[in-house]
């Protein structure tokens, strides 16, 4: 018989029992992780299940979660901060540059925003979003809000080092690129962000050392949002 799929990839809680071979974590340790692992020979996912009450994973895959933050704020960050993350090394992304943000108030974009801003220390950072949400973004660090309701990509007139499409919208970029790019479509095979605990270990010094950082909260699993809370580090 077949069992049904629990879904969900992130998650946050308190290590219940651990394997003998576990070295990185003692029980009671409060962890947080995006548990997916495409390490499987068809390149499919290898698990998810984190909407459930326990649920067992590798030690790599698992970071501790950082002291100055709650459970809740935890479990929002890993796949979304991951993808930020990587999006900006994948585009080679330098202190200085100037970045152009397509979704600065979704999951990825709130927190690219603040990375692009704050990490990389841009020298400008532009985002795009409904008028409703222009001073939120305006308050994550963008220097310029492009309000998508009242203006076209055509009468941006800055040019940008790096074009972070959140959204999928590629005409776009020769319109806003410093110089010439090429524009390709996502091939068929999936494309997954593999979870490593490495680069959430990361996340945790930078969220313990200084700065901070907004974290939109839900009520639950299909609710509405709850309402956005400032992550001040230590």
Same mark, same amino acid.
């Given at each position: 018989?077949?069992?049904?799929?629990?879904?969900?990839?992130?998650?946050?809680?308190?290590?219940?029992?651990?394997?003998?071979?576990?070295?990185?974590?003692?029980?009671?340790?409060?962890?947080?992780?995006?548990?997916?692992?495409?390490?499987?020979?068809?390149? *499919?996912?290898?698990?998810?299940?984190?909407?459930?009450?326990? #649920?067992?994973?590798?030690?790599?895959?698992?970071?501790?979660?950082?002291?100055?933050?709650?459970?809740?704020?935890?479990?929002?960050?890993?796949?979304?901060?991951?993808?930020?993350?990587?999006?900006?090394?994948?585009?080679?992304?330098?202190?200085?540059?100037?970045?152009?943000?397509?979704?600065?108030?979704?999951?990825?974009?709130?927190?690219?925003?603040?990375?692009?801003?704050?990490?990389?220390?841009?020298?400008?950072?532009?985002?795009?979003?409904?008028?409703?949400?222009?001073?939120?973004? *305006?308050?994550?660090?963008?220097?310029?809000?492009?309000?998508?309701?009242?203006? *076209?990509?055509?009468?941006?007139?800055?040019?940008?080092?790096?074009?972070?499409?959140?959204?999928?919208? #590629?005409?776009?970029?020769?319109?806003?690129?410093?110089?010439?790019?090429?524009?390709?479509?996502?091939?068929?095979?999936?494309?997954?962000?593999?979870?490593?605990?490495?680069?959430?270990?990361?996340?945790?010094? *930078?969220?313990?050392?200084?700065?901070?950082?907004?974290?939109? #909260?839900?009520?639950?699993?299909?609710?509405? #949002?709850?309402?956005?809370?400032?992550?001040?580090?230590?």
């Amino acid at each position: 018989m077949s069992m049904q799929v629990v879904p969900g990839c992130d998650m946050a809680g308190v290590v219940m029992e651990k394997g003998s071979g576990v070295t990185k974590f003692d029980i009671d340790d409060e962890v947080y992780a995006n548990i997916q692992d495409s390490s499987s020979e068809d390149g *499919r996912l290898k698990q998810l299940g984190t909407q459930a009450e326990y #649920i067992v994973v590798e030690e790599n895959l698992v970071a501790k979660k950082p002291e100055n933050i709650s459970f809740e704020e935890a479990a929002s960050l890993p796949l979304a901060v991951q993808t930020a993350m990587e999006g900006c090394k994948t585009g080679g992304f330098k202190e200085g540059q100037t970045i152009f943000e397509v979704g600065g108030a979704g999951g990825v974009g709130t927190l690219a925003v603040q990375l692009a801003k704050h990490f990389y220390e841009a020298s400008l950072v532009v985002a795009t979003t409904s008028t409703a949400k222009v001073e939120f973004v *305006r308050s994550l660090g963008a220097g310029k809000v492009v309000d998508y309701t009242k203006t *076209r990509y055509e009468e941006v007139e800055d040019k940008f080092d790096l074009l972070y499409d959140t959204i999928g919208y #590629i005409a776009m970029y020769a319109t806003l690129a410093s110089r010439d790019v090429d524009c390709c479509l996502i091939p068929e095979s999936p494309f997954y962000l593999k979870g490593p605990g490495g680069l959430i270990d990361y996340i945790e010094k *930078r969220l313990e050392e200084n700065g901070h950082m907004v974290i939109v #909260i839900a009520e639950g699993a299909g609710q509405q #949002i709850k309402g956005v809370g400032g992550v001040e580090y230590a």
